[in-house]
């Protein structure tokens, strides 16, 4: 069975400020999926980014970047110098590549507030 | 650019009311995925469709819930005789196919039942 845990459950940050979004998971698959998405007040999830597990590259994307680590099945997420507009609440989900069906397994989401 | 849809946005029933969500995908898009998410909770996975087919439901969905994709675009889910434990977020989202294609996700439909 799939897990996806994130231990915060609510971030306060000042704006500017750079702030880090943990991620642990757990499968029993070799080759799977990560995700990151954003989801607003308006309740729609927004796709961040998808790695795959034989991907360890981090990556860096404007304010945000990633660490994925699989020593410690990590998948962390950083927003530098963060910015009101980035207040949301933010899911790790994974998805594993055996059979067809790609659900994802969502954690329970982070809650970020970015004050002015 | 056109993304998931989902119609209505919000519906308040009472219990024991049938209620109906639709969901229009991105065009091109042969999976289509149902969630629900409860309030403090991720999204949990409820069914999926690779085009007209329904190829796997979640223990989640009693046989209360139902869902549809006739002609493998858009898909409906119902709800009938909805009880209170049935009130949350319902997501929508669509993918190209494939192994851990990216999803996209529709707004949801809230639902509230009285």
């Known amino acids: 069975a799939q897990k996806v845990t994130q231990a915060q459950t609510e971030i306060s940050v000042v704006e500017k400020e750079d702030v880090t979004l943990d991620c642990v998971y757990e499968t029993r698959d070799t080759t799977y999926y990560l995700f990151w998405y954003k989801q607003p007040p308006s309740g729609e999830l927004v796709f961040l980014i998808r790695?795959?597990?034989?991907?360890?590259q981090n990556e860096i994307s404007g304010r945000y970047s990633w660490n994925f680590q699989k020593s410690t099945s990590s998948f962390n997420f950083t927003i530098t110098a963060s910015q009101v507009v980035d207040s949301a609440v933010y899911f790790c989900a994974l998805s594993e590549a055996a059979g067809a069906n790609s659900k994802l397994t969502f954690g329970k989401g982070i809650t970020l507030s970015v004050r002015p | 650019d056109t993304g998931v849809s989902q119609d209505p946005r919000h519906k308040i029933t009472k219990r024991g009311q049938n209620v109906t969500f639709r969901c229009d995908p991105i065009s091109e898009h042969n999976r289509l995925y149902w969630y629900r998410q409860t309030l403090g909770q991720g999204p949990e996975f409820l069914t999926y469709f690779q085009n007209e087919a329904q190829l796997e439901k979640s223990r989640l969905l009693s046989d209360r819930f139902s869902a549809e994709r006739p002609k493998g675009s858009f898909s409906t889910l119902e709800i009938q005789r909805t009880e209170q434990g049935d009130s949350a977020m319902y997501l929508c989202?669509?993918?190209?196919?494939?192994?851990?294609?990216?999803?996209?996700f529709g707004p949801g439909t809230r639902l509230l039942v009285l």
């Open positions: 790695r795959n597990s034989f991907d360890e």
């Open positions: 989202a669509s993918s190209l196919g494939g192994r851990a294609e990216t999803q996209y």
